[in-house]
C-alpha cells in the first residue's frame, strides 16, 4: 500500500500551538543507536545566536522514511519550479559591520 493510500485512513489534525509553524534555518541531527534528534532552529545574525524552537525525536527507521520523503519532495520542488542552490558559504557569515 502507498503512502497516500495508507495516510487517508487517518485523520489529520494540526494542534492549535502548531497551527502558525516555526520557521527554521538550521538543523542539528544527532543520533544513538535508538533514535535521531532534530533540533530545529532560527539563526539571528545580528544575535550571533541559533535559538532552538523545537526538538524532535525519530526512530531510525521513521528518519529514514522522513529522509525520503523529504528527497521526493524536493524532487517534485525542482521539477515545477527549477534547481535549488545551495551555497552555504554565505548563509552564515557574520553581519557586515555598518559604518556611521
Do not use: C
Not at 522514511?65 to 557574520?94: M, P
Request: glycine content about 4%; hydrophobic content about 40%; proline content about 3%.
Amino acid at each position: 500500500m502507498t503512502e497516500e493510500k495508507w495516510i487517508e485512513k487517518f485523520n489529520v489534525e494540526i494542534e492549535d500551538s502548531a497551527k502558525r509553524g516555526e520557521y527554521t534555518n538550521f538543523v542539528r541531527i544527532q543520533h544513538s543507536p535508538l533514535d535521531f534528534r532534530l533540533d530545529l532552529a532560527r539563526v539571528v545574525q545580528e544575535d550571533r545566536a541559533i535559538y532552538v524552537h523545537s526538538r524532535v525525536f525519530m526512530s531510525p527507521q521513521h528518519a529514514k522514511l522522513f529522509l525520503q520523503a523529504l528527497q521526493d519532495n524536493v524532487a517534485k520542488y525542482e521539477k515545477q519550479f527549477g534547481a535549488i542552490a545551495v551555497g552555504t558559504e554565505r548563509l552564515f557569515e557574520a553581519p557586515s559591520k555598518q559604518k556611521h
